[in-house]
């Protein structure tokens, strides 16, 4: 993308009434724009942050043998009033009704539409397991949307769903969508942390949130600093194998984490006295197995080896696909701008021509840019007629993780200088050769 061709409307001032610094950011940089409290439009930089963080999402559910589908954002009040969660939901559950005075509401999760799906399509213990998920927009009226997409009111959430015969499949569900998640978040550049949470309305006994640690988290958490020591890393996960997705729950939760809803001061103070933190966190995602609470009502029962129907386990499973933009820059940003994690940045390299209209710089430029390209970099050229500064500004606000500066003097001796957003440093170079060494970066993500 040449700079000079693409929508970027970057703001010069801080704008007032943003308070986090990932809001400031996405503003300044141009990403959103908001609409009406909570409701933002995406523009193209976070638009395609946002798709990248999608294509995550679905690369590393189909890894866990999930299955996409698409559901729609409104729904009819009938199955939530079969489930019995129309009315207990409350007023965050934005409610409308049709030219024909139907009762109709914008889905804040699916668990009643999902359901529906399953019990129309669904009757034999030979179909199990299954776990079908999307990636979707959801509204909640929440009563205080702030901090841009932390807590919007419309937002993108990937929620899944698993149907299992038993108890113990229906937890190894659970136990493939942690792996899962953790490994999400981790390609996201991010550590997230598996803690001990409350269910909510969603009801059920088992349940994690994955939290962001970020001084701005709205969450107040508690946990073993050993925690943080924890990766995934490079290992090679089989999904299927029901022992080592669950050795993996044990690693990651066994030491104290938990939220402030099931915090408990005796279990806290066995861990040992340096290792115990309190801080704040970003809850990113969220977990749980709840059994029958919804099968049972809806009728969702499939016939199991004796010919005898029972209702499924289920269990329901989200991740904050926006708010994870915000999240993703609250943990890596500096006076600067953001910084983003290579996994998920909107372009792979900046090229910045420190003397535009001179031939020499633009035609390597040029020639930059179109090797870039071929190598699949994803490159933005900076090819406006602006001093250097205001260009490394630019990129520096936008976040881009790598910077090829051209300039007359480098030329002259053949080289570029390649710059690390997050640590500052250059180095001198051919463009053959910094083009090689980002390929090489690139590839190994
Ligand atoms: P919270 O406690 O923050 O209100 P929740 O527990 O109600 O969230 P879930 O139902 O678990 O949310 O939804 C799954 C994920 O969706 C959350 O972990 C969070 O990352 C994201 N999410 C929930 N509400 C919002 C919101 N208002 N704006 C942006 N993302 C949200
Ligand atoms: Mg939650």
Request: hydrophobic content about 35%.
């Amino acid at each position: 993308m040449r700079m000079s061709r693409y929508f970027l409307p970057i703001l010069k001032e801080n704008p007032a009434d943003a308070q986090i610094v990932s809001h400031r950011l996405m503003l300044r940089a141009g990403m959103i724009k908001q609409v009406a409290s909570g409701i933002y439009s995406w523009l193209p930089m976070g638009f395609k942050v946002l798709r990248k963080l999608e294509n995550i999402v679905h690369e590393e559910q189909a890894r866990a043998g999930h299955i996409a589908i698409l559901m729609p954002t409104l729904q009819s009040a009938d199955l939530w009033r079969e489930s019995g969660r129309y009315d207990g939901y409350g007023e965050e559950m934005l409610r409308m009704k049709d030219r024909h005075g139907r009762d109709m509401l914008f889905s804040p999760t699916a668990e009643e539409m999902v359901t529906d799906i399953f019990r129309s399509h669904v009757s034999s213990y030979k179909d199990l397991p299954l776990t079908l998920y999307q990636i979707q927009w959801k509204f909640r009226d929440e009563i205080r949307p702030r901090f841009g997409v932390m807590r919007g009111r419309e937002f993108y959430m990937k929620d899944g769903y698993n149907f299992d015969l038993t108890k113990e499949d229906a937890l190894h569900a659970y136990n493939r969508h942690l792996v899962s998640y953790l490994r999400t978040y981790e390609r996201m550049g991010l550590q997230a942390i598996p803690m001990r949470a409350d269910s909510g309305p969603i009801g059920g006994d088992y349940t994690h949130e994955f939290l962001v640690l970020a001084d701005t988290g709205e969450s107040e958490v508690f946990y073993d600093a050993a925690v943080t020591d924890i990766r995934m890393g490079e290992r090679d996960i089989d999904f299927s194998d029901k022992a080592q997705c669950q050795g993996v729950l044990e690693e990651f939760t066994s030491l104290y984490a938990r939220t402030d809803e099931t915090h408990d001061e005796a279990l806290f103070a066995e861990v040992p006295k340096d290792r115990q933190r309190s801080a704040r966190g970003i809850e990113v995602g969220q977990i749980f197995y709840f059994g029958t609470t919804y099968s049972d009502p809806l009728g969702a029962k499939v016939m199991d080896e004796t010919g005898k129907p029972v209702p499924v386990h289920m269990g329901s499973h989200g991740i904050g696909v926006s708010r994870l933009l915000g999240a993703i820059i609250e943990a890596s940003h500096d006076d600067n701008g953001i910084i983003w994690p290579e996994g998920v940045t909107p372009f792979g390299v900046g090229i910045v021509n420190l003397k535009q209209g001179d031939e020499e710089a633009d035609t390597a430029c040029e020639a930059l840019y179109k090797s870039a390209t071929a190598l699949g970099l994803d490159p933005i050229y900076d090819d406006r007629n602006e001093r250097a500064g205001g260009k490394f500004a630019t990129m520096d606000l936008i976040g881009i993780p790598w910077r090829i500066t051209v300039g007359p003097r480098g030329l002259k001796n053949g080289v570029v200088e390649l710059t690390s957003r997050k640590t500052g440093v250059s180095e001198e170079m051919t463009p053959e050769l910094a083009l090689e060494a980002l390929a090489k970066t690139y590839a190994s993500l």
